[in-house]
C-alpha cells in the first residue's frame, strides 16, 4: 500500500450551481410500495432529479419495468416480478364471474406457468428471478398436491409472493451484521481510524425491498460508528454509482467519495482502503461471482494491493445449479445504452425545474459497441462470500469456495 495522503482527507467537491431536485425523498429510499393489490415503483431512471412513482397494474407492465431499468438490482427485480403474479392473482380472485383457470388445481397451474416463464424472461443474469419463479412454481405444485382448493391454492401463492418481497429486509440486515463484524475483527480500526471501503453499482434500498446488500453492510458500519468512508465508482455506463448510490448515500448522510470507473487503481495507490464491498446478480457452486460490469476490474487491482474483495448476497443469490461463473448468461444492454448518459439539465434553468436530458456521447452510426451488463469476478479474487446464514471463506491454499455451510 503507498498511502500519500490519510483516507479522512480525501477531497470533496462542494457544488457551486446545485441541481434542485423536484422532490426531495426522505431516509430510507425504496424502490416499491405497494397498497392492498396496488404496487408502485419509483422509476429509476429518473433518479436522482427526479422522484417519480410509477404504477405497475400487470405482469407485462412489472415485465417492461424491469426489461428497461425503471427497476433494477437482484432482489429488487425478483420482488416485483413476485409482487406482480400475486397483483395478478388476487385480481383474478375478485373477479365476478371468476375466470375459466380458477375452476381447479391443473388449470392454475397451466395458466400460472406461462406467466412466470415469461416474467423470467425480462434479465437473463439475475438468478434471484429464477429462484423465485422456480419457487412460486414449487409452491403451486405442493398446494396442488396437497389437495387445496382453487381458492386455497391461489391465495396461498399470493401470500408466498408477497413473502418473497418481504423478507428481503431482514436477511439483508443479517449479512449487514455477518459481514460488517467480520470485517472489522478483520481491520481491527482504531479509535482514530475507521473503515473505508469501495463499492461497485447500486445495492442498496433501491436495489432491493430495503437496507440493502453490499450498502446494507456499508450502513452497518456506519450505524456502528466503524466507517470512514464509502468509496463508489460511478459505474459507467448506466452510472448506478453516481446516481443510485450517490443519492442514497446522501440521503442516508454516510460520508462517500465518488470516483470514475477509470480511477479504482488510483485510489488504492494513494488512500488506505480496506476493503471492496459488492453485491452480486449470481454466485456459481465455486465461488465465481456475476455482478456489475466493472466489479472485476476492482477485484483484480485489488489483489495486487492486498485488499480484501467481499461480496455480500442473499442465497436467493447463489446458483447450486451451475458450477462455475463459466456458466453464468451475461446480458448484453444494447449499444445505445453506452452511447448515452442520462440526467439533468445543468446548469437548471432560473424557475430550478429540473429539466431531464439524455446525451449522446459518441458519433452517431457508431458501429462495434461491446456492452456487457456484468462480468464475473473469478473466486479466486474472492476474500469472502456473506450471507444472511454467515461468513464464507476459502480453505488454505484453495482458490474456490465451498459454499454449502452458507446456503
Ligand atoms: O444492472 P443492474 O443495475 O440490475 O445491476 C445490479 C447489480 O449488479 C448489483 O450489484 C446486484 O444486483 C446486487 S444488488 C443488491
Redesign the pocket.
Known amino acids: 500500500m503507498h498511502v500519500i495522503t490519510p483516507a479522512t482527507t480525501a477531497p470533496t467537491v462542494s457544488d457551486p450551481n446545485p441541481i434542485v431536485t423536484a422532490t426531495t425523498m426522505t431516509a430510507p429510499l425504496i424502490s416499491i410500495r405497494t397498497n392492498d393489490d396496488n404496487i408502485e415503483i419509483v422509476d429509476q431512471l429518473l433518479l436522482p432529479h427526479i422522484t417519480e412513482f410509477i404504477p405497475i397494474n400487470s405482469v407485462e407492465e412489472a415485465h417492461d419495468a424491469i426489461k428497461t431499468?425503471k427497476i433494477?438490482?437482484?432482489?429488487?427485480?425478483a420482488s416485483l416480478a413476485s409482487l406482480s403474479l400475486a397483483q395478478y392473482l388476487t385480481r383474478a380472485l375478485r373477479q365476478v364471474p371468476a375466470p375459466e383457470f380458477l375452476l381447479s388445481g391443473p388449470a392454475i397451474q397451466a395458466h400460472v406457468q406461462p406467466i412466470l416463464d415469461y416474467l423470467l424472461t425480462s434479465?437473463p443474469t439475475?438468478v434471484n428471478l429464477g429462484n423465485a419463479t422456480k419457487r412460486l412454481a414449487k409452491t403451486l405444485e405442493v398446494s396442488i398436491a396437497a389437495g387445496q382448493d382453487p381458492t386455497t391454492i391461489v391465495q396461498t401463492l399470493i401470500a408466498d409472493a408477497k413473502l418473497i418481497a418481504d423478507e428481503d429486509v431482514g436477511r439483508n440486515k443479517a449479512m449487514a451484521k455477518w459481514g460488517g463484524d467480520w470485517l472489522v475483527n478483520r481491520v481491527k480500526p482504531s479509535s482514530k481510524n475507521t473503515i473505508n471501503v469501495l463499492t461497485?453499482?447500486?445495492?442498496g434500498s433501491l436495489?432491493?425491498s430495503g437496507y440493502?446488500?453490499?450498502l446494507g453492510l456499508i450502513t452497518y458500519l456506519h450505524e456502528i460508528g466503524q466507517l470512514n468512508k464509502a468509496h463508489f465508482t460511478q459505474t459507467t455506463p448506466?452510472h448506478?454509482g453516481s446516481r443510485l448510490t450517490a443519492l442514497e448515500l446522501k440521503t442516508l448522510q454516510i460520508p462517500s467519495v465518488m470516483i470514475c470507473d477509470t480511477m479504482v487503481g488510483s485510489l488504492f495507490q494513494h488512500y488506505d482502503i480496506h476493503a471492496v464491498v459488492?453485491?452480486?446478480?449470481r454466485i456459481a457452486r465455486n465461488g465465481d461471482t456475476a455482478?456489475?460490469i466493472g466489479t472485476y476490474n476492482a477485484a483484480v487491482i485489488a489483489a495486487r494491493h492486498k485488499i480484501p474483495v467481499i461480496v455480500v448476497?442473499p442465497i436467493t443469490?447463489v446458483d447450486l445449479e451451475i458450477e462455475s461463473g463459466a456458466q453464468i448468461p451475461i446480458e448484453q444492454r444494447p449499444a445505445i445504452e453506452a452511447c448515452l448518459v442520462r440526467g439533468a439539465v445543468y446548469p437548471p434553468s432560473e424557475s430550478g425545474k429540473v429539466e431531464q436530458a439524455q446525451v449522446l456521447i459518441t458519433p452517431t452510426g457508431l458501429e462495434g459497441i461491446y456492452n456487457p451488463?456484468?462480468d464475473v469476478t473469478p473466486a479466486e479474487l474472492i476474500t469472502a462470500i456473506v450471507t444472511e446464514k454467515g461468513v464464507a471463506v476459502k480453505k488454505e491454499g484453495e482458490t474456490v469456495f465451498d459454499l454449502s455451510p452458507i446456503v
Open positions: 431499468m433494477r438490482g437482484a432482489p429488487a427485480i434479465r439475475a461497485v453499482c447500486n445495492t436495489a432491493t440493502g446488500t453490499a448506466y448506478q459488492v453485491g452480486a446478480d455482478n456489475k448476497a443469490t451488463s456484468f
